[in-house]
Nanobody, 125 residues
């Protein structure tokens, strides 16, 4: 049983930064893709970034490239999302997800095998 526990969300002013964490447990993730997603009220869930657990290779959505950084700590079995230069449009519930397939790009929702519970990020103007 895989468990993903997110933390690090909160309220921040525009221009500020937050770092989200996703602690994973339950199995070895060596050949998996980990991703961060978000869902704003009234909108569909949006993929933000993917990291390959084994190599650390990353890819980003255009909307966050250059502002957000995905990384992982193998020893802690944790994936991070460092978010800088936050904008009110970044307000959403943020989720991490695991796909048991390697995706060299966007991970579709349908491919995510395990989801975290979500953490709220609110950016005030």
């Amino acid at each position: 049983q895989v468990q993903l526990v997110e933390s690090g969300g909160g309220l921040v002013q525009a221009g500020g930064s937050l770092r989200l964490s996703c602690a994973a447990s339950g199995r070895t993730f060596r050949h998996y893709s980990m991703g961060w997603f978000r869902q704003a009220p009234g909108l569909e869930r949006e993929w933000l970034a993917t990291i390959w657990w084994s190599t650390g290779s990353t890819i980003y959505a255009n909307s966050v490239r250059g502002r957000f950084t995905i990384s992982r700590d193998i020893a802690k079995n944790t994936v991070y999302l460092q978010m800088n230069s936050l904008e009110p449009e970044d307000t959403a519930v943020y989720y991490c997800g695991v796909a048991t397939t390697l995706y060299n790009g966007r991970i579709p929702d349908s491919a995510v095998d395990y989801w975290g519970q979500g953490t709220q990020v609110t950016v005030s103007s």
